[in-house]
């Protein structure tokens, strides 16, 4: 669940700092034979800086599309697909400060925390979002027609707009739309 930033009370940060806490330790657990990452180890200012980190990165992602909405004011408009995200992303960056005192970051941890949600090639899923491939059904796109706009992607009208009432069809388009079938 999305919480306000301690340091600062006008942010809202993506993901839950205990979800942080339980999932680094139950990697450190698997990797370093039960041991668990206590404070001294996995300190608190260091998890709410990377839900920061994650939420401030996702923003950057977002803003451009979802600009009036963005950054949130409140913690209960936070999508929870955002709140993952940003758990997740946090995760990731928990990991990569303390390898050092821990153990090394997998390729499989980074794929699973950090790639699936950034990587550019496939594209993650925030690059489809930013690129309007994907929507966030909580949220509404900047512009008014940006929704239909991406629901019907690769679609043709099949109605003569230039039809006085448009409820003709079209002949032309169903001729190239059957040209397109047997193609």
């Known amino acids: 669940m999305a919480m306000t930033n301690p340091t600062d009370a006008t942010e809202v940060l993506y993901g839950a700092s205990g979800d942080v806490r339980d999932e680094f ?9 039960g041991h668990y990452a206590d404070e001294l180890e996995l300190p608190g200012a260091l998890v709410i800086a990377s839900l920061r980190r994650a939420t401030r990165l996702i923003n950057s992602f977002l803003e451009p599309v ?9 913690t209960a408009d936070v999508p929870r697909l955002l709140d993952e995200i940003g758990t997740d992303l946090a995760i990731f960056y928990a990991l990569r400060a303390t390898s050092t005192k ?5 390729n499989d941890k980074k794929r699973d925390y950090y790639d699936a949600y950034i990587a550019e090639d496939p594209p993650g899923i925030l690059p489809q979002l930013r690129d309007r491939k994907l929507q966030l059904p909580e949220l509404t796109a900047g512009y008014a027609d940006d929704v239909k706009a991406v629901r019907a992607q690769g679609r043709a009208p099949i109605f003569d707009v230039d039809a006085t009432p448009n409820h003709a069809v079209d002949p032309h388009l169903l001729d190239d739309i059957a040209t397109e079938r047997d193609a």
Do not use: E, K, R, W
């Not at 330790?25 to 034979?33: D, E, K, P």
């Open 102 to 106: 821990m153990a090394p970051v997998t």
């Open 25 to 33: 330790n139950a990697y450190v657990a698997a990797t370093t034979a």
């Open 66 to 74: 979802y600009a009036d909405q963005i950054p949130f004011t409140a």
